[in-house]
């Protein structure tokens, strides 16, 4: 795989052209002629403009697959069913507080792989020593993150865990040795809160402060 780039809420309007614009510089940039996967980041602005310049860059084989991130299932839906091209892949806050059952349900039925970030939760509300999870991890002889990275695994859902410590990238990989039991995975799913540990795309505030953020280059 080359990479997963992202297109963020910034580079929209006027939209297409923008949209390339910021492609070509992050290409650029990483020193390649083409991505295996490029996401639209938030669901804001004109999305439709994005999304449209983002299929003629699939089309070209600029972009080998074309996705986004942070849609809820309202919004995927409405581009899935207006566009030519559904999106490959929807990233979206997933680990073992915030389960996103729902929104997996859709993605599957529309064929839209469904892909976590903050699969740790970034160590929120105790993850890493969340009895539970603990208890499980010591049945097989793993650590509570291989266990959150197995319960993603089983689930079907993508996860490319974040860290810059070689051992963690090794412990991160050791996960095909073992699988969760049905019971494990149903008391798993006891843990899901319902609510993200970040922010919430829909929430009114949260989307001015998005739509005003600007990364730098």
């Given at each position: 795989m080359r990479v997963v780039e992202g297109l963020w809420v910034q580079d929209a309007p006027p939209a297409q052209d923008n949209t390339r614009r910021a492609f070509e510089t992050s290409l650029t940039r990483l020193g390649l002629d083409r991505l295996d996967l490029y996401l639209m980041h938030q669901p804001y602005g004109d999305v439709y403009g994005q999304w449209r310049a983002m299929e003629d860059l699939h089309r070209e084989g600029l972009?080998?697959?074309?996705?986004?991130?942070?849609?809820?299932?309202?919004?995927?839906?409405?581009?899935?069913?207006?566009?030519?091209?559904?999106?490959?892949?929807?990233?979206?806050?997933?680990?073992?507080?915030?389960?996103?059952?729902?929104?997996?349900?859709?993605?599957?039925?529309?064929?839209?792989?469904?892909q976590s970030w903050g699969g740790f939760a970034e160590g929120r509300n105790d993850l890493f020593t969340n009895p539970l999870l603990a208890e499980i991890g010591a049945r097989h002889g793993k650590s509570v993150a291989q266990v959150v990275l197995r319960w993603l695994i089983q689930r079907?859902?993508?996860?490319?865990?974040?860290?810059?410590?070689?051992?963690?990238?090794?412990?991160?990989?050791?996960?095909?040795?073992?699988?969760?039991?049905?019971?494990?995975?149903?008391?798993?799913?006891?843990?899901?809160?319902?609510?993200?540990?970040?922010?919430?795309?829909?929430?009114?505030?949260?989307?001015?402060?998005?739509?005003?953020?600007?990364?730098?280059g």
């Open positions: 972009a080998q697959a074309i996705g986004v991130a942070n849609f809820y299932p309202d919004r995927l839906l409405d581009l899935v069913l207006n566009n030519e091209i559904a999106p490959a892949v929807n990233q979206i806050e997933t680990h073992p507080f915030f389960q996103r059952t729902a929104d997996q349900a859709l993605m599957r039925e529309h064929g839209v792989q469904h079907d859902v993508v996860t490319i865990p974040k860290s810059v410590r070689p051992e963690r990238m090794a412990e991160n990989l050791d996960v095909f040795d073992f699988a969760l039991t049905d019971e494990q995975m149903a008391s798993i799913a006891g843990l899901d809160t319902g609510a993200s540990l970040f922010f919430d795309h829909r929430d009114p505030e949260m989307v001015a402060w998005l739509s005003k953020r600007r990364l730098e």
